[in-house]
């Protein structure tokens, strides 16, 4: 039922309504087809409507010459009949708000199922009028389309209501976008007419509008009816700041206008360059305008509006771009393709600036006149473009649809919603996703892209491609290098998902910090919440505690290791390897002599060498001998995940390498370092050796060491 609508007017105050069930069973049914027959009565009842909508059918043939009106006619007799004796509390008859709003919707081109339904959306709400006679006499769409905005009765859910109307709403959003199109012009009317309520309900009419209303508006591409509806929530809930915009854009609008005079220059330029375009200015609204203020500080003429090039082609877009830039002083940084790159909610427009001589810069938007009819009306313009053809859609009895191609926002909202363990959580979730609103695209390494809000780390996109299945992720590639699962995802990152294979694998609690999606969260806290005694994802790291505190131990004795031979070109003392690069066959070496006459020998790319080096230390000749057999020292880097060390000690078995000695450290951000120290009987095993390590679930690199042994 709309905000305003009420019983007959009384002298006195505004009654409250009555209750629904006792209003329903004191009045008769409407009879549907005797309507019907009463409205084709009469000499050239046919081709007259009545005078009420004539200003709606004006409106819609602007926009369709050829749509067929007879559905208008019966959806408003209907109407006028069902609420007639209703009256809305500014004291108007309740016909006037179904009429305003198709009127808004006629006027940005919505097509005719969208504006019968739209008469006729309050009918089964607030009259006799069920469902099934909406269904009967105006078809299955038009039924959708109403109980799509019918909103569910507080008698029965009671404060749950308004978070189950918006979910119910919402879900038959899903299946044809136009549900959420009558919403938002049903609410801009309301809002347009909230004046005659007590200040606090237009305050938190006002907040709900600005909280999830215009949000969906923008997600929608609906700017026409998100702006206006951005201004009213504006005077309601910042009344000052918003008398101080006002005051602001009426001197500005007292004063010459720089932006007629760039407008002038602009339309010069491409006469010149013989380019079909419309050059007009295009005020800023007075949230912009505020934005604006806030942003810059006092502002200047050019920042009351912008100029829009309207052209007939794509191709057109690109030429006044470049006869901008080319004949005016372009300020590069605010240059924007929205036509190659679309927005998420189907905005296509070029956005450049150009500077004048006086430092004021002008902003500029090119786009065609189909670009933009959609971007002032968004959905509403385009139908439902989000269904697939006709032949492909299914109804049933219930009104059920079948699953369109969804924008990816609907999509993931539709998702974790079902997952929402009851209607606070619901409500408040839903204000902070639709508050998300820019989006990014990530590539999987398939190829196929998902589409996240912008802030979405690692952990948001294994739940967006798994699902629940994403419990198991433990890690991910960003780019090709390994991430935390905290990294924040930006535009056009390739991002790979690393899954455990481990049934055991669980969430960690930690998780939780880096969740930026609802459908990361919710999912996470279900899990926490179903297992109330776990934490942090267990590791086989085992630890000592000793003198400096918490260590790692060894997880095997060693025997004492016999390594490769080393020649030297002139006889000395013993040969050592280093410890801190572990040289082996074939590595290039180079020895240095040290303290007791030995000879200590290291990879030549060792960060030791430069320090011997730098040491004064003599450099000695050195080369392998003919023993195959080698020491080494590797390094382990993986996601911590239970039997991870078992499985790891296996494949180094399995190899035929001997451990001499193994650290297991203490997991770091889900992250464990494994130091081994190993015995092979032959140096050109090792590669094999490093790439069955690197094949266990959860280990991301294994590397030779490279820094000094602690």
């Given at each position: 039922?709309?905000?305003?609508?009420?019983?007959?007017?009384?002298?006195?105050?505004?009654?409250?309504?009555?209750?629904?069930?006792?209003?329903?069973?004191?009045?008769?049914?409407?009879?549907?087809?005797?309507?019907?027959?009463?409205?084709?009565?009469?000499?050239?009842?046919?081709?007259?409507?009545?005078?009420?909508?004539?200003?709606?059918?004006?409106?819609?043939?602007?926009?369709?010459?050829?749509?067929?009106?007879?559905?208008?006619?019966?959806?408003?007799?209907?109407?006028?009949?069902?609420?007639?004796?209703?009256?809305?509390?500014?004291?108007?008859?309740?016909?006037?708000?179904?009429?305003?709003?198709?009127?808004?919707?006629?006027?940005?081109?919505?097509?005719?199922?969208?504006?019968?339904?739209?008469?006729?959306?309050?009918?089964?709400?607030?009259?006799?009028?069920?469902l099934d006679q909406v269904g009967k006499e105006f078809g299955e769409e038009v039924r959708y389309l109403v109980d799509g905005v019918t909103k569910l009765e507080k008698v029965d859910y009671g404060a749950a209501a308004e978070p189950e109307t918006f979910r119910k709403m919402l879900v038959a959003t899903g299946n044809d976008v136009r549900v959420m199109s009558i919403k938002l012009a049903d609410r801009l009317h309301n809002m347009?007419?909230?004046?005659?309520?007590?200040?606090?309900?237009?305050?938190?009419?006002?907040?709900?509008?600005?909280?999830?209303?215009?949000?969906?508006?923008?997600?929608?591409?609906?700017?026409?009816?998100?702006?206006?509806?951005?201004?009213?929530?504006?005077?309601?809930?910042?009344?000052?700041?918003?008398?101080?915009?006002?005051?602001?854009?009426?001197?500005?609008?007292?004063?010459?206008?720089?932006?007629?005079?760039?407008?002038?220059?602009?339309?010069?330029?491409?006469?010149?360059?013989?380019?079909?375009?419309?050059?007009?200015?295009?005020?800023?609204?007075?949230?912009?305008?505020?934005?604006?203020?806030?942003?810059?500080?006092?502002?200047?003429?050019?920042?009351?509006?912008?100029?829009?090039?309207?052209?007939?082609?794509?191709?057109?877009?690109?030429?006044?771009?470049?006869?901008?830039?080319?004949?005016?002083?372009?300020?590069?940084?605010?240059?924007?393709?929205?036509?190659?790159?679309?927005?998420?909610?189907?905005?296509?427009?070029?956005?450049?600036?150009?500077?004048?001589?006086?430092?004021?810069?002008?902003?500029?938007?090119?786009?065609?006149?189909?670009?933009?009819?959609?971007?002032?009306?968004?959905?509403?313009?385009?139908?439902?473009?989000?269904?697939?053809?006709?032949?492909?859609?299914?109804?049933?009895?219930?009104?059920?649809?079948?699953?369109?191609?969804?924008?990816?926002?609907?999509?993931?909202?539709?998702?974790?919603?079902?997952?929402?363990?009851?209607?606070?959580?619901?409500?408040?979730?839903?204000?902070?996703?639709?508050?998300?609103?820019?989006?990014?695209?990530?590539?999987?390494?398939?190829?196929?892209?998902?589409?996240?809000?912008?802030?979405?780390?690692?952990?948001?996109?294994?739940?967006?491609?798994?699902?629940?299945?994403?419990?198991?992720?433990?890690?991910?590639?960003?780019?090709?290098?390994?991430?935390?699962?905290?990294?924040?995802?930006?535009?056009?990152?390739?991002?790979?998902?690393?899954?455990?294979?481990?049934?055991?694998?669980?969430?960690?609690?930690?998780w939780l910090e880096h969740a930026h999606t609802p459908a990361a969260r919710i999912a996470i806290q279900r899990w926490l919440a179903a297992h109330p005694g776990a934490d942090a994802r267990p590791s086989d790291t085992t630890t000592t505690e000793g003198p400096g505190g918490t260590r790692p131990t060894s997880s095997a004795p060693a025997a004492r290791p016999r390594g490769a031979d080393v020649l030297l070109d002139e006889p000395?003392?013993?040969?050592?390897?280093?410890?801190?690069?572990?040289?082996?066959?074939?590595?290039?070496?180079?020895?240095?002599?040290?303290?007791?006459?030995?000879?200590?020998?290291?990879?030549?790319?060792?960060?030791?060498?430069?320090?011997?080096?730098?040491?004064?230390?003599?450099?000695?000749?050195?080369?392998?001998?003919?023993?195959?057999?080698?020491?080494?020292?590797?390094?382990?880097?993986?996601?911590?995940?239970?039997?991870?060390?078992?499985?790891?000690?296996?494949?180094?078995?399995?190899?035929?390498?001997?451990?001499?000695?193994?650290?297991?450290?203490?997991?770091?951000?889900q992250r464990v370092r494994h130091t081994y120290t190993l015995q092979l009987p032959d140096a050109a095993e090792l590669p094999a050796l490093m790439r069955a390590m690197r094949d266990v679930p959860g280990v991301y690199d294994v590397s030779r060491v490279q820094a000094p042994a602690a």
């Amino acid at each position: 039922m709309s905000a305003e609508a009420t019983n007959p007017a009384t002298p006195g105050p505004v009654a409250p309504a009555a209750p629904t069930v006792a209003r329903r069973k004191s009045r008769p049914r409407i009879d549907l087809r005797r309507l019907g027959r009463a409205a084709l009565l009469g000499p050239a009842v046919r081709s007259k409507l009545p005078d009420a909508i004539g200003h709606v059918a004006e409106a819609h043939r602007a926009h369709h010459p050829d749509a067929d009106l007879d559905p208008l006619r019966r959806a408003y007799l209907l109407a006028e009949s069902s609420h007639r004796g209703q009256m809305r509390k500014s004291g108007e008859p309740y016909i006037t708000h179904p009429l305003a709003v198709t009127l808004i919707l006629a006027e940005l081109g919505a097509e005719t199922t969208t504006l019968t339904a739209s008469l006729l959306h309050d009918t089964v709400e607030d009259t006799e009028v069920t469902l099934d006679q909406v269904g009967k006499e105006f078809g299955e769409e038009v039924r959708y389309l109403v109980d799509g905005v019918t909103k569910l009765e507080k008698v029965d859910y009671g404060a749950a209501a308004e978070p189950e109307t918006f979910r119910k709403m919402l879900v038959a959003t899903g299946n044809d976008v136009r549900v959420m199109s009558i919403k938002l012009a049903d609410r801009l009317h309301n809002m347009r007419t909230l004046g005659v309520m007590r200040p606090e309900k237009q305050a938190r009419i006002a907040k709900v509008t600005h909280d999830v209303l215009i949000p969906l508006a923008e997600r929608l591409g609906v700017q026409a009816l998100k702006t206006e509806l951005e201004d009213l929530v504006f005077a309601i809930l910042l009344p000052e700041e918003y008398a101080r915009t006002s005051e602001l854009i009426a001197q500005n609008a007292a004063g010459e206008d720089p932006l007629a005079e760039v407008a002038d220059e602009v339309r010069a330029v491409l006469r010149e360059a013989d380019i079909p375009a419309e050059v007009l200015i295009r005020p800023r609204h007075s949230v912009s305008v505020h934005r604006v203020s806030r942003k810059r500080g006092p502002l200047r003429g050019t920042d009351f509006g912008r100029l829009l090039v309207l052209v007939n082609d794509d191709a057109d877009c690109y030429a006044v771009l470049g006869e901008l830039h080319t004949c005016l002083t372009p300020v590069v940084s605010e240059f924007k393709d929205f036509i190659a790159v679309p927005k998420f909610n189907l905005y296509q427009s070029l956005h450049t600036a150009v500077a004048r001589p006086d430092g004021q810069v002008v902003e500029v938007l090119i786009r065609t006149h189909r670009m933009h009819q959609a971007a002032e009306a968004g959905v509403i313009a385009l139908g439902n473009p989000y269904t697939p053809p006709a032949e492909e859609q299914t109804a049933g009895l219930d009104g059920e649809r079948a699953d369109p191609t969804r924008p990816g926002w609907l999509s993931r909202l539709l998702d974790w919603q079902r997952g929402a363990p009851d209607p606070d959580t619901f409500w408040s979730t839903l204000r902070d996703d639709l508050a998300q609103d820019r989006e990014i695209t990530v590539v999987r390494p398939d190829g196929g892209t998902l589409g996240l809000p912008e802030g979405a780390t690692c952990v948001d996109a294994a739940y967006a491609q798994y699902g629940e299945d994403a419990h198991a992720c433990i890690g991910a590639r960003v780019n090709g290098r390994l991430a935390a699962l905290g990294t924040v995802l930006r535009d056009g990152d390739t991002v790979q998902l690393l899954m455990g294979q481990d049934p055991a694998s669980e969430p960690s609690r930690e998780w939780l910090e880096h969740a930026h999606t609802p459908a990361a969260r919710i999912a996470i806290q279900r899990w926490l919440a179903a297992h109330p005694g776990a934490d942090a994802r267990p590791s086989d790291t085992t630890t000592t505690e000793g003198p400096g505190g918490t260590r790692p131990t060894s997880s095997a004795p060693a025997a004492r290791p016999r390594g490769a031979d080393v020649l030297l070109d002139e006889p000395g003392g013993p040969v050592r390897l280093g410890g801190c690069c572990t040289p082996v066959p074939p590595d290039d070496i180079v020895g240095f002599a040290v303290r007791g006459g030995a000879v200590t020998v290291h990879r030549v790319e060792c960060s030791m060498v430069d320090e011997m080096k730098n040491g004064g230390r003599a450099e000695i000749a050195v080369r392998w001998g003919d023993t195959a057999a080698c020491r080494v020292t590797l390094v382990a880097e993986s996601f911590s995940r239970p039997h991870l060390l078992a499985d790891l000690t296996e494949a180094i078995a399995l190899e035929g390498a001997e451990i001499v000695s193994a650290t297991v450290e203490s997991p770091n951000q889900q992250r464990v370092r494994h130091t081994y120290t190993l015995q092979l009987p032959d140096a050109a095993e090792l590669p094999a050796l490093m790439r069955a390590m690197r094949d266990v679930p959860g280990v991301y690199d294994v590397s030779r060491v490279q820094a000094p042994a602690a």
